[in-house]
């Protein structure tokens, strides 16, 4: 049964979410301050934490740093972009902007949970190691940048299907949070020139007006 730590000194949003995830099969732990947050993970480590930043003692972005092997979820009421970039580029694996949506909640949590679970991805001569951060093709090593290694493993993820642009950049955004709109054309010509020179062919394809896709993925694996 997979664990998730909610550190929220609201008692009420507290309660209402423990008994949500407890609904859903989750096991649930909880803390009422960031102080009270280590003190748990020095038991048990859960599988996922939602952090508030507005936290008596220690505050939720100095918990960040302690969470550096963790799963984390930031759910906040602070809604400015600079908060959620800052966040995300420290270690947070999403953003949830209070009050929220229970269900976009759960889904997110899942997606975190998956993600976290799943540390090699292989599509055809493509190889992804989630843990490592490294990429493979051909049996060649492929230096990309963070925006391309985020573009080329979600839709190694969704490797049977079309990835929507705008799916697509909100997923980008909990890996890195540089890529607009207007870039992710750019971002995906350099990936799949990358990826060209290595094995010889073109692996990422435009479905025009939808989004992207890889090409040729029938062999999709996860692990």
Not at 194 to 206: H, M, Q, S, T
């Amino acid at each position: 049964m997979e664990r998730i730590l909610i550190v929220d000194d609201d008692v009420h949003i507290g309660n209402m979410l423990e008994e949500v995830l407890r609904r859903e099969g989750y096991a649930v732990s909880r803390a009422y301050s960031g102080t009270e947050a280590l003190l748990v993970l020095e038991g048990a480590k859960p599988d996922l934490v939602l952090l508030d930043l507005m936290l008596p003692g220690l505050s939720g972005e100095e918990v960040l740093f302690r969470f550096s092997e963790l799963a984390v979820i930031v759910v906040s009421a602070r809604a400015d972009v600079d908060s959620k970039v800052g966040l995300l580029t420290s270690g947070a694996v999403d953003y949830v902007t209070k009050p929220f949506d229970v269900r976009e909640l759960l889904a997110r949590i899942k997606i975190a949970l998956r993600e976290k679970t799943v540390s090699r991805l292989s599509v055809g001569d493509l190889r992804l190691d989630t843990a490592a951060k490294s990429v493979f093709c051909n049996d060649i090593k492929i230096h990309l940048t963070r925006t391309e290694y985020a573009i080329l493993k979600i839709l190694m993820q969704n490797c049977t299907g079309v990835v929507a642009k705008h799916i697509l950049l909100d997923r980008i955004a909990q890996d890195t949070p540089d890529c607009t709109e207007s870039s992710l054309k750019m971002h995906v010509s350099n990936l799949r020139k990358k990826l060209r020179e290595a094995g010889g062919k073109d692996y990422v394809e435009a479905v025009w007006g939808i989004g992207f896709r890889l090409k040729g993925s029938g062999d999709c694996q996860t692990k």
